[in-house]
């Protein structure tokens, strides 16, 4: 059996927060215990003509009270992966998924990760490969960990699930596309195509950005897992003001991350700032947005 993903960093992450006194030790039990996290995944076509792109949508239903991680600067959380594996030896290419802007969650101890509650669909492409011809039958089995923490513990999850294509001459969407259109909607949008956004960025410095908003709403940056470290995240990362000003570790060119908007009990919007990115594998780049457009 294939070794999971997160068994080598799983340790480290339950001595850190236990050391912090921030999470209790995963309770121990003859029984596994039950399942945080219902993971379902779908095609977007039913059938997919060779060389075609669809999409694949994972929708995870997480119990109260409970939070998965995103692809985002996290102190302690993993965030999803999922390793693929096709029929008759094809090799789709797999681009990275995409996720919607998450939630920033901080516990005691100076502790901050970026997370999604009760529901969360991310979307991710797939290249069918010329390989398969018309009339065969693509079977995608994939596994899928992730892992759920609450106040007081975290556990690995994980899933085998398996996705067939019927390849065809042409492509066919699936009764499922309501749900690709729910999750490209709860995506945020690229900075820089917003000309309305009330929301801007901008350098002041080589390696200061300045992110402006109305004030009394709360405005947060949550810089990617790929993006140069933020100084001091947990207190320049969210405020009230108006205004966050970001000292970034490393290449400003590489500055990347969700800028959200809070008003009320609400969201009132998200934008990417820099290359959109996300998940396990590598992103696909065609969302990178002009270096240009955001220092102006």
């Not at 050391?19 to 215990?33: D, E, F, R, Y």
């Not at 969650?105 to 018309?134: F, M, N, R, S």
């Not at 000309?195 to 992110?211: C, F, H």
């Not at 405020?239 to 590489?254: A, H, K, Q, Y």
Request: aromatic residues 8%; hydrophobic residues 40%; glycine residues 8%.
């Amino acid at each position: 059996m294939r070794r999971p993903w997160w068994l080598s960093r799983l340790s480290a992450v339950i001595c850190f927060l236990s050391a912090t006194g921030a999470l209790a030790p995963i309770a121990q039990s003859q029984s596994a215990p039950p399942k945080r996290v219902n993971l379902f995944v779908t095609a977007s076509h039913s059938h997919a003509a060779p060389g075609s792109t669809i999409e694949l949508a994972y929708e995870f239903s997480i119990d109260d009270g409970w939070h998965t991680y995103a692809p985002a600067q996290n102190d302690t959380g993993l965030s999803a992966r999922a390793d693929w594996t096709a029929s008759a030896g094809h090799q789709p290419a797999f681009s990275g998924f995409r996720w919607p802007a998450a939630e920033r969650y901080t516990q005691p101890g100076d502790i901050l990760d970026h997370v999604y509650e009760h529901h969360v669909v991310a979307l991710q492409a797939i290249t069918v490969p010329t390989t398969v011809k018309p009339g065969e039958m693509l079977t995608l089995t994939g596994e899928i960990e992730w892992l759920v923490c609450d106040n007081e513990q975290c556990l690995p999850e994980w899933q085998t699930v398996e996705v067939a294509v019927q390849i065809a001459e042409e492509s066919t969407p699936s009764s499922q596309a309501g749900v690709f259109d729910a999750a490209r909607d709860a995506f945020a949008v690229p900075l820089h195509d917003d000309d309305s956004a009330p929301v801007s960025a901008r350098w002041v410095a080589r390696n200061t950005l300045e992110i402006s908003g109305p004030e009394g709403a709360v405005l947060s940056f949550i810089p990617f897992d790929s993006s140069p470290r933020v100084q001091d995240l947990l207190t320049t990362g969210s405020s009230e003001s108006g205004t966050l000003r970001l000292v970034f570790e490393g290449d400003p060119n590489e500055a990347a991350g969700w800028i959200t908007l809070r008003d009320g009990d609400g969201p009132t919007g998200s934008w990417v700032f820099g290359s959109e990115v996300g998940g396990s594998a590598e992103a696909d780049s065609t969302d990178e947005p002009s270096r240009q457009s955001e220092r102006e």
